[in-house]
C-alpha cells in the first residue's frame, strides 16, 4: 500500500486502487513499481506477471504465490 | 520548461521530476524554450558488428544537428557512451568499440569548441558496477531500458553531484588531522623518523595518500591541519622528515595544540575567511569526527578507513563526493598561495600604526576588465561561490553572463595585485542598464576600502558614457549581512525597504563624489 501511495503520488491509498483509476500508474510508473516490489520483497516478478498487474489486488495474489 | 533530454531507451526513472523527454532516437522536436538540454544515448544493443558501428555513425550524425540548432547560451549537458554488452565472436573484432570511441570522441571534441557543451562521464558511473549488472535484460525486454533500473537512484544522486561540479560548487578547504591519518604512529611518541611515511607498508600507503592530496590542493582546495600535538614537534618533523610530501609550506593554515578540534575549525573558518559549511575534515579518530559533527554539523565529515592500503579509495571517494569541479580556473591553482600572501599582508598590518600610509606602503594595483572569453568562466565561478561580500547573491553560469553581454549589459571584473602578490581576479559587477544587477568581490581581498574605490571607479566609467544615474539593492542572505550597509557608506539614498529586508536605492552621478584615493592605482581596458 505505502508503496503504491508514494510511487503515484497519491493522497489516500485503499484496495481499489488499479491502474484505471490512479492517474500515474501508466507504463513507466508500472516499471517503478516492479523495481520496488522486486527490492522490498526479494522477489523477482517475470515479464507474464508485468503484464497481468493492473490494480491492488492483483499485486498482492501475485506475491502472494511467490511468497508462499 | 524545465530539461529536455535526447535519449534512445527508457531512462526516465534516471532523472528528478520535472524533466521532458525526446521519443525514442527522435531528434525532430528540440523545443525551444527548455532551460536546458541533455543528450543521453546508449550504445544499442545487438550482434550484428557492422550493422551496429553504422548506428553509432547515425547517432554522431543526430548529436551534430542537434548541437547546431541549440543556441550557444543554452547549457547542452551530453553523457559518454559506454559498450555495456558485448559478444565478440573473434577475439580482434574491435569494431564496434571503436565506433564508441569515435563518438565519445565526437562529443569531447564537441565541448572543447562549445562553451555551452560539458561532457559528463557517464562511463565513470557504471564501471562502477560489474559489467553483467549494467543492463538487466528483463526490463530491456520488456521496456526498452538500456540501463537497469535498479542503478536509477544511484544515477540521480550522480547526476545532481556532476550539475554541482559543472556549476564550480565544490568544497572549498580540506582540514587534515596528522597522526594516523597523514603519517602512521603518533609522532609525540614514535618521533621525528620513528612515523610512518614513506618506505615500507605501511609508511608507502600514507606517502600515496600525501601525494595525492598535493595535487588536489593544485586544483585550488585549500589544505589546513589540525592536530593534538606539540607544535615544535611537527615544525620539527616537517623540517627533517625526508619522506613528507605535504610540508608546512602547503597548508594555508594550521592548529596544532591540545585545545578541542570544533574550536579550532572555527578559528580556521575565521582565520581563512572561509565559511564552515566549505570545510571538509578528516581524522581518522572516530570519537574527534563524531564531536566535530555534533558541535559543528555544517562541517563535512567523511568516515576514514581503518587500514592504511584503503586510503587510495577513501581518497577517490572524498574528491567525488565533495571537490570534483569540471574546470578549474587559473585563480583555483594560485589559492595557496594567495591565502598564504594574505595572511603576510595582516602581519605587515600591525607594524603600521596609521592605516593609510599601510595602504600606500601595499601599492595595490587593480585593473577593471570587461567580460570576455578569458574571464567569463571566473566571473561566473564568483558568483556562484562568494557568499559574504555579495549585495544580491545571484548565481549565474558562463552561459547567462554571455546572454547577458548579449543584451547589452556591462560586466566589469576586477583583478587586484600588490606587493605581496597577485590576487588574480576577485570581484565583478553586472550593469543591467542602470542597475546594479551583481556586486561582489571575493572575502581575501577585503580590508583595503578596494570595495569602495572599484564601485566609484566603475561608477565614473559609466558616467563618462553619460549615464545620470543608477539604481541598486541589497538582498539578504544568511551570509551577507556585513554588506548590509554597503550602499549608504557609499552615498546611495535609499528608496525603499521590503519586508524581508531587502532594500533599493538610487545615485545621481553628477553630483556624487567618485573620487577615488591616492593609494590605488586603478586602470581599465
Redesign the interface.
Known sequence: MEILKDLFELETVDENCSQETCEKWD??GQ??L??ELE?EFGV?I??EE?GEMRSFHDVIRILKEKLS | MSYFVFRNN?V??FFPKGYVFSGYDDISVIPENASAYVWFYQATLGFDQSALENTLRGYREKFSFVLGRIGPDKPFYVLTMEELYAVPFTEDDKRVRRAIGEYNDCLWDAGRTHTNVKVLDFSAFIRRYPNDEAVDW??Y???Q?GIN??L?KDFRVWWDRKLESVALKRKKCLVLDLDNTLWGGVLGEDGVSGIRIGGDYPGKAFRFFQEALLELSRTGVILAVCSKNNEADVLEAWGKNPYLVLRKEHFSAYRINWTDKASNLRELAEELNIGLDSFVFVDDNPAEREIVRQMLPMVSVPEFPRQPYELPLFFKKMVEDYFTVYTVTEEDRKKTEQYKANAARVRAQQAFTDFGSYLESLDIRMSLEEADDFNIPRIAQMTQKTNQFNLTTRRYTDSDIRRFLSEGWKIWCLRVSDRFGDSGITGCIFFDGTTIDTFLLSCRILGKGIETAFLKYALALLREQGVVSVEACYVPTAKNSQVSGFYERCGFSLKAEEPGGAKRYSLALQDADLKTDKYYHITSR
Open positions: 507504463s513507466l516499471l517503478n516492479v523495481v527490492s523477482s517475470e515479464p508485468i | 527508457t526516465e526513472s528483463k526490463f525486454f520488456v521496456s531500458m533500473p535498479r536509477a
